[in-house]
């Protein structure tokens, strides 16, 4: 009997192409979720809203870049929203800006300094704080961030929040916080490594 594909959410997808899925999704059917529904994705929907999904649908969430989108009170709906979407046996991955760092390089007046190179063009730690400059000129205006977050308010957010396990890393070529959040924790330490590393974390 052929094993049945997992299922992938790719929520606040952005336009297809847009960003990068780590290789560890190669095989999984990839469900693209966007609020906006000029980028064409499977599903239009709001991240405090995925009532389109069913209680433990979803093996596993991709959450890239867009809880800086939210007001700060709505990050915790969001996340209550992708738990209940979980299979038990699933996980959840968040990218966010890391603030704490962009911070040392907008006290040494280098706001707008190119720091490195995404999918949609150069990132200034100005971009990283208020949102794409690019984009939000052409007029996506719902690229503007409406919260953000270090390390210590990323783990808050989770406080309440049904997930067993929570762990934190910096990506440090990109400036970004990441979050791996279970609803069962790993096995052993062999398990939780495996998928971090299979996360590019």
């Known amino acids: 009997m052929a094993r049945e594909q997992k299922i992938l959410l790719n929520v606040g997808c952005g336009p297809r192409g847009s960003g990068r899925l780590p290789r560890f999704f190669g095989e999984w059917r990839e469900v693209r979720v966007d609020i906006d529904a000029a980028v064409a994705p499977d599903v239009v929907a709001d991240l405090t809203d995925l009532s389109a999904f069913a209680d433990g649908s979803a093996d596993a969430i991709w959450a890239a870049h867009c809880l800086e989108h939210l007001y700060q009170h709505q990050v915790r709906r969001a996340l209550s ?60 205006t719902t690229m503007a961030h409406r919260c953000g977050f270090t390390p210590s308010v990323l783990q808050n957010c989770f406080d309440g929040v049904q997930f067993a396990e929570v762990v934190l890393r910096r990506r440090a070529r990109t400036l970004e916080l990441a979050a791996v959040a279970r609803p069962a924790p790993a096995s052993d330490e062999m398990e939780r490594n495996a998928l971090l590393q299979g996360l590019e974390l």
């Open 81 to 140: 929203e992708f738990r209940r979407v979980l299979r038990a046996s699933g996980f959840l991955c968040v990218l966010v800006p890391d603030l704490q760092t962009a911070a040392q390089y907008a006290a040494g007046d280098r706001f707008d300094e190119s720091l490195y190179d995404s999918p949609a063009g150069p990132v200034t730690a100005h971009d990283m704080f208020f949102g794409l400059g690019a984009a939000i000129a052409q007029g996506h």
